[in-house]
């Protein structure tokens, strides 16, 4: 079956950095464009990097371009977000998933918290 099994997040100073994982099994890994999704709470989640099958083109919502960094590893099907800078809006828990209207079943999601 499928499974997301998000890692990496924790407690950051402000101006930090975190590096998050998301392990994909089940699926075509190879075959999906991937997201980081984050979700604070009482906010919906939103979509804040995509990166497409290959790997080759990145996209970020303004407020983490310059800061966050998508990558993938095909070959571990897995897909990272490293994220610089960090500032206490970027607080939230963070999902991996597909970018297609029709999602993958959520995985437990890793949280984030900036804090001084």
């Known amino acids: 079956q499928v499974q997301l099994v998000e890692s990496g997040g924790g407690l950051v100073q402000p101006g930090g950095s975190l590096r998050l994982s998301c392990a994909a099994s089940g699926i075509i890994f190879s075959g999906n464009a991937m997201g980081w999704y984050r979700q604070a709470p009482g906010k919906e989640r939103e979509l804040v990097a995509s990166i497409t099958s290959g790997g080759l083109t990145a996209n970020y919502v303004d407020s983490v371009k310059g800061r966050f960094t998508i990558s993938r590893d095909n070959a571990k099907n897995t897909v990272y977000l490293q994220m610089n800078s960090l500032k206490p809006e970027d607080t939230a828990v963070y999902y991996c998933?597909?970018?297609?209207?029709?999602?993958?079943?959520w995985g437990q999601g890793t949280q984030v918290t900036v804090s001084s």
């Open positions: 998933n597909n970018v297609r209207y029709s999602k993958y079943p």
